[in-house]
């Protein structure tokens, strides 16, 4: 079953802009990766956050986890227009490989 | 990164006839991939986890007689959509990996006329 809700559903901004998105989980989990989807592909993996780690760099991108919240976000800086796609976090429980994915967010950049 | 194709990117079919997708893992070994269904703006649904050498673990409401999902091998794992019909036109994507990075697929698309 889904466990990861995102939000915004979508997002539009303007290139150089960054974009923040966020998402909730509901269970214990044993990390936390964000992945890409550019229309009709498949996913790419982005960044992994642990479950005991709090912060997260990787390039433009920074991930924050709060445990206590069960929440996590996600943020693009300086934002492009190849940044347009739809995002999604993912978790797993300790020892599982399976991966519930969140709703997602859609992310527009405009030129 | 590892890389996962898929095969093949896009089917149509007619209703009745059944449908054989292929996912490999190209460069390294897999003893459990995923398949996932994802509808339009939808999030990505798991399925089914497909283990090699033994029989594949279905998630809650999948009908394993209607999607077969075999793993024959460390590096291939196939899902044939028996007696398809449109309601079961969707995106297909598989994946494998590490518990802590999955590679997916590029997807397949699926339409039932």
């Known amino acids: 079953s889904q466990q990861g809700e995102e939000d915004p559903q979508a997002l539009s901004i303007q290139e150089g802009e960054n974009a923040t998105m966020n998402c909730s989980y509901k269970?214990?989990?044993?990390?936390l990766q964000w992945y890409r989807q550019n229309s009709g592909r498949g996913l790419v993996h982005l960044i992994l956050i642990r479950s005991n780690e709090r912060e997260k760099h990787s390039g433009r991108l920074r991930v924050t986890l709060d445990t206590s919240k069960k929440s996590s976000s996600l943020l693009i800086t300086a934002s492009r227009a190849a940044d347009t796609a739809s995002y999604f976090c993912a978790t797993n429980k300790p020892n599982d490989y399976k991966l519930s994915f969140g709703a997602g967010t859609t992310v527009t950049v405009r030129a | 990164g590892a890389v996962v194709s898929q095969h093949p990117s896009r089917v149509i079919c007619k209703s009745g006839t059944s449908v054989k997708i292929e996912c490999r893992s190209l460069?390294?070994?897999?003893?459990?991939m995923f398949w996932y269904r994802q509808f339009p703006k939808k999030s990505l649904m798991l399925m089914a986890t497909?283990?090699?050498?033994?029989?594949?673990?279905?998630e809650q409401g999948v009908e394993k007689d209607k999607f077969l999902i075999n793993h024959a091998s460390l590096t291939l794992s196939t899902l044939t959509v028996t007696s398809a019909h449109p309601e079961d036109s969707s995106f297909y994507i598989c994946?494998?990996?590490?518990?802590?990075?999955?590679?997916f697929g590029p997807g397949t698309r699926l339409t039932v006329l």
């Open positions: 269970t214990s989990i044993n990390n």
């Open positions: 497909s283990n090699e050498g033994s029989k594949a673990t279905y």
């Open positions: 994946s494998a990996g590490r518990v802590d990075e999955q590679f």
């Open positions: 460069d390294f070994q897999a003893t459990t």
